[in-house]
């Protein structure tokens, strides 16, 4: 009678071991993609705000919300190097005829 409920617990046990295992394998894999890390940031996506590096110790302003930390310029926030998407317009003038 004993058996077939340590059958069973040992079964669950495996299947969690498994399961753990699955997960801390991509866990390991870099989040980032193909784009590499930003060096600025080195991936985290959020730098020293101004308020805490000229500050006479208290930390916090409204671009932080308090938290000494901001977007990274470089990556956008993002944590990767790729590039951010940018529209540029560019009008074209209008030369009068005979003229270089």
Do not use: E
Not at 25 to 32: E, N, R
Not at 58 to 65: E, L
């Amino acid at each position: 009678m004993g058996g077939p409920i340590v059958l069973t617990q040992i079964a669950q046990g495996l299947s969690v071991l498994a399961g753990a295992a699955i997960v801390k394998t991509l866990m390991d894999k870099p989040m980032a993609g193909p784009f590499p890390r930003c060096p600025s940031c080195n991936g985290t996506g959020r730098v020293s705000c101004l308020c805490s590096r000229w500050s006479d110790g208290d930390v916090g302003c409204r671009t932080c919300s308090g938290s000494g930390r901001t977007f990274c310029s470089s990556c956008g926030g993002s944590g990767t190097g790729r590039p951010l998407p940018v529209q540029l317009s560019v009008k074209r003038q209008n030369n009068p005829p005979g003229s270089v």
